[in-house]
């Protein structure tokens, strides 16, 4: 009997998008002086490509978490979906991805 897989993210994602967000820091945002982890949910289809998200936990700088969501759409291949009981990729959403916003050391 096949049973039904649960959606994942690719070991590196996280700290991927950490390093990509450090990179493109919100002018604002660094202006500011702002940093913080915003968490995400994101929304994907069958082929694991994020189509939409949802900042969960703020970083507490609204830059920082619409360039968290904008990111995110970016990311390609760094969710495997989850598959039914027939193994054919499903649709989802994944929660607890974090993006970690550091001041860069000047």
């Not at 900042?55 to 507490?60: E, K, N």
């Not at 609204?62 to 649709?91: E, M, N, W, Y």
Request: contains cysteine.
């Amino acid at each position: 009997v096949l049973q039904p897989t649960f959606a994942k993210l690719q070991p590196a994602t996280e700290g991927s998008l950490t390093s990509w967000g450090n990179a493109a820091y919100p002018a604002d945002a660094l202006a500011a002086k702002a940093s913080g982890t915003t968490e995400m949910e994101l929304a994907y289809d069958a082929k694991g490509q994020v189509t939409q998200c949802y900042a969960i936990v703020s970083a507490g700088h609204d830059s920082l978490d619409l360039a968290a969501c904008a990111l995110t759409l970016k990311l390609q291949g760094g969710i495997v979906p989850g598959t039914d009981v027939f193994g054919r990729p499903q649709a989802g959403r994944i929660g607890g991805v974090r993006l970690q916003w550091t001041l860069p050391v000047r």
